[in-house]
Nanobody, 122 residues
Framework: QVQLVESGGGLVQAGGSLRLSCAAS????????MGWFRQAPGKEREFVAAISWSGGSYADSVKGRFTISRDNAKNTVYLQMNSLKPEDTAVYYC?????????????????WGQGTQVTVSS
């Protein structure tokens, strides 16, 4: 059974930083692309970043501020978030792709974590 467990969320002031972690189990982690999505209250879930063997991809809203990385030996994917803004406030979810390819589409991810809350105060 595939399980994804996020951690590292919290409350931070605007301009601050957080690092989210997502520990995966139950799948050959290195064979799949991984992604981060977020959902703010009253809004649809949106793509944040993804990583595969070929590199990373970012939403325009976080490009230059967020960095996705992975440690295949630890079956863990990270999201380093710098220069946080109040509009980054959301529940952040990690997900594992159905394959090796990068995707910004949530329907191409088949397993999801429970989410971790990130709140950025102004």
């Amino acid at each position: 059974q595939v399980q994804l467990v996020e951690s590292g969320g919290g409350l931070v002031q605007a301009g601050g930083s957080l690092r989210l972690s997502c520990a995966a189990s139950g799948r050959t982690f290195s064979s799949y692309a991984m992604g981060w999505f977020r959902q703010a209250p009253g809004k649809e879930r949106e793509f944040v970043a993804a990583i595969s063997w070929s590199g990373g991809s970012y939403a325009d809203s976080v490009k230059g501020r967020f960095t996705i990385s992975r440690d295949n030996a630890k079956n863990t994917v990270y999201l380093q978030m710098n220069s946080l803004k109040p509009e980054d406030t959301a529940v952040y979810y990690c997900a594992t792709s159905k394959g090796r390819w990068l995707s910004m589409r949530s329907y191409e991810y088949d397993y999801w974590g429970q989410g971790t809350q990130v709140t950025v105060s102004s």
